[in-house]
């Protein structure tokens, strides 16, 4: 396996800048939880020039709703949701200050570009492997938008999280080249 | 004339409020063994690790009881109704809808139901998507499935033209997993339903999911040399687990037929991730 780089949030022009697509990365820090209704209801809010209710500058933004800590616990089970659906919102966030967004799946060529222009890193986390994701969570507290239950916006402590770069500064997508790698021509 | 059989719908609602939490954090041994063998034809090294980390999540749900997946999913029912069953004490849809109520409560399991215009959530997980069989006999067999809405997504249906043939169906499923690429958290499983009507064929796809993995279609072999075909041709597309590249992108294809009509030839493709949940009592 590749070298494994740690990094911290919040994230920076010189971390992201020095990520590329494919690196493994174990990350640490603050990060939010937001997905399709709060991420609606951020960029209504952007449009309308009304207060945010978080700040977005160098924010995460993790694309999940965890399931309800059973007692004794302060997390459920948490895992990310597929991204392209937040893909009409991501420009926006990342103009005010987005600089890593945490999902799986393929993005739209807006959102790639969003990511140079912007130097923002979009990491992929393994979905349907939520019990072990609880366990690199550290703290979890609601950050807003707490009247949309399940999607509810948190605010976690990630210690060790394990990802890998989908997409960089430099305009490289891991899905892309993967598939190419390991494709088999079907006429060979 | 057969007498009938009384099922009470407490006992109703309570298999179904076990079936559901427990599906949500049990594997079946099936696709367990399915996903252990998968690590071994797995040529990516970042595929390897997807796969066992999956292997990995699968034991730490089951020893710590928590939801394997964060999606703990859309409450699929399969109801096979014995005709000799006289069902007392309530309504028996109700019963069903209640079940599934106290699963997601009882077993603090996300409640991922809303309104699909607001997307209020309904808070309760409900309503379920209940389908219901008469068949012989004084006893219920219930099959509970979380599923999960970014396979689910990733789902489609077709009305082929029937010259189109074995080789047009085959030609939209394989497009249709390409297409999916990451999305439905592969290795995915390939449940694929041939013939009836455009609803009847997205109902046998998803039953076909339920079949357990590994094995083949018994009752046509068309259809498990197809099957066999598919799943070679799907691994060699290169999207591998979770898109990340690699050889396992799917871990099997299960598909059912039925006769359709003359004009028609439907197809449907129904994507279940790995995280293939389903259990099954019989009261």
Same mark, same amino acid.
């Given at each position: 396996?590749?070298?494994?780089?740690?990094?911290?949030?919040?994230?920076? =022009?010189?971390?992201?800048?020095?990520?590329?697509?494919?690196?493994?990365?174990?990350?640490?820090?603050?990060?939010l939880?937001g997905r399709d209704v709060a991420h609606r209801k951020l960029f209504e809010a952007i449009l309308r %020039?009304d207060k945010l209710p978080i700040?977005l500058?160098?924010?995460?933004i993790?694309?999940?709703?965890?399931?309800?800590?059973? &007692?004794?616990?302060?997390?459920?089970?948490?895992?990310?949701?597929?991204?392209?659906?937040m893909?009409k919102y991501?420009?926006k966030l990342?103009?005010?200050?987005?600089?890593?967004?945490?999902?799986?799946?393929?993005?739209? &060529?807006?959102?790639?570009?969003?990511?140079?222009?912007?130097?923002?890193?979009?990491?992929?986390?393994?979905?349907?492997?939520?019990?072990?994701?609880?366990?690199?969570? +550290?703290? $979890?507290?609601?950050a807003a938008y707490d009247d949309l239950g399940?999607e509810a916006m948190?605010?976690?402590?990630?210690?060790?999280?394990?990802?890998?770069?989908?997409?960089?500064? +430099?305009?490289?997508?891991?899905?892309?080249?993967?598939?190419?790698?390991?494709?088999?021509?079907?006429?060979? | 004339?057969?007498?009938?059989?009384?099922?009470?719908?407490?006992?109703?609602?309570?298999?179904?409020? +076990?079936?559901?939490?427990?599906?949500?954090? =049990?594997?079946?041994?099936?696709?367990?063994?399915?996903?252990?063998?998968?690590?071994?034809?797995? =040529?990516?090294?970042?595929?390897?690790?997807?796969?066992?980390?999956?292997?990995?999540?699968?034991?730490?749900? +089951?020893?710590?009881?928590?939801?394997?997946?964060?999606?703990?999913?859309?409450?699929?029912?399969?109801?096979?109704?014995?005709?000799?069953?006289?069902?007392?004490?309530?309504?028996?849809?109700?019963? !069903?809808?209640?079940?599934?109520?106290?699963?997601? $409560? =009882?077993?603090?399991?996300?409640?991922?139901?809303?309104?699909?215009?607001s997307r209020e959530?309904?808070?309760?997980?409900?309503?379920?998507?209940?389908?219901?069989?008469?068949?012989?006999?004084?006893?219920?067999?219930?099959?509970?499935?979380?599923?999960?809405?970014?396979?689910?997504?990733?789902?489609?249906?077709?009305?082929?033209?029937?010259?189109?043939?074995?080789?047009?169906?085959?030609?939209?499923?394989?497009?249709? !997993?390409?297409?999916?690429?990451?999305?439905?958290?592969?290795?995915?499983?390939?449940?694929?339903?041939?013939?009836?009507?455009?609803?009847?064929?997205?109902?046998?796809?998803?039953?076909?999911?339920?079949?357990?993995?590994?094995?083949?279609?018994?009752?046509?072999?068309?259809?498990?040399?197809?099957?066999?075909?598919?799943?070679?041709?799907?691994?060699?597309?290169?999207?591998?687990?979770?898109?990340? %590249?690699?050889?396992?992108?799917?871990?099997?294809?299960?598909?059912?037929?039925?006769?359709?009509?003359?004009? $028609?030839?439907?197809?449907?493709?129904?994507?279940?991730?790995?995280?293939?949940?389903?259990?099954?009592?019989?009261?």
């Amino acid at each position: 396996m590749k070298n494994i780089i740690r990094i911290n949030t919040p994230l920076t =022009d010189k971390v992201c800048d020095e990520l590329n697509a494919g690196d493994m990365v174990l990350l640490s820090g603050e990060v939010l939880t937001g997905r399709d209704v709060a991420h609606r209801k951020l960029f209504e809010a952007i449009l309308r %020039g009304d207060k945010l209710p978080i700040n977005l500058e160098g924010e995460t933004i993790f694309y999940a709703a965890p399931t309800p800590p059973r &007692p004794g616990r302060f997390i459920g089970s948490v895992g990310p949701t597929t991204s392209y659906r937040m893909d009409k919102y991501s420009p926006k966030l990342m103009e005010m200050g987005l600089k890593g967004m945490i999902g799986k799946g393929k993005r739209s &060529p807006e959102v790639i570009d969003a990511i140079k222009r912007f130097k923002v890193v979009y990491f992929g986390a393994i979905g349907g492997v939520a019990a072990l994701t609880a366990r690199y969570v +550290k703290k $979890s507290v609601v950050a807003a938008y707490d009247d949309l239950g399940p999607e509810a916006m948190l605010r976690l402590e990630v210690l060790d999280f394990p990802l890998v770069v989908l997409n960089d500064t +430099k305009g490289r997508d891991l899905y892309e080249d993967a598939a190419k790698k390991y494709m088999i021509n079907l006429s060979e | 004339m057969k007498a009938v059989r009384e099922i009470s719908c407490e006992t109703i609602i309570e298999t179904i409020r +076990k079936l559901f939490m427990e599906a949500n954090i =049990d594997l079946g041994e099936d696709v367990l063994s399915v996903l252990g063998e998968s690590v071994k034809s797995e =040529d990516s090294e970042l595929g390897q690790y997807v796969l066992e980390r999956i292997v990995e999540n699968a034991r730490i749900a +089951k020893e710590e009881s928590v939801p394997l997946c964060q999606d703990t999913g859309l409450a699929v029912v399969f109801i096979e109704l014995g005709q000799d069953v006289h069902v007392i004490g309530g309504n028996f849809c109700d019963a !069903v809808h209640e079940g599934v109520r106290k699963a997601y $409560s =009882d077993g603090f399991l996300r409640k991922s139901v809303c309104d699909p215009l607001s997307r209020e959530n309904t808070g309760d997980n409900t309503p379920a998507i209940v389908h219901i069989e008469v068949v012989e006999g004084d006893r219920i067999k219930i099959t509970a499935m979380p599923k999960g809405g970014g396979s689910e997504n990733m789902s489609s249906c077709a009305m082929l033209v029937p010259s189109a043939g074995l080789e047009g169906i085959k030609k939209y499923i394989i497009e249709s !997993v390409e297409k999916a690429g990451p999305n439905p958290c592969p290795p995915t499983i390939i449940g694929v339903g041939i013939g009836g009507s455009i609803e009847q064929s997205s109902i046998l796809a998803k039953k076909a999911l339920l079949r357990p993995l590994g094995e083949k279609n018994r009752s046509d072999s068309r259809l498990s040399k197809l099957e066999e075909e598919i799943l070679e041709e799907v691994n060699r597309l290169g999207i591998g687990p979770q898109g990340y %590249g690699g050889r396992i992108t799917s871990l099997a294809v299960h598909i059912e037929m039925m006769p359709c009509h003359i004009a $028609s030839l439907p197809v449907a493709v129904n994507l279940q991730c790995h995280v293939a949940r389903h259990k099954e009592a019989i009261i």
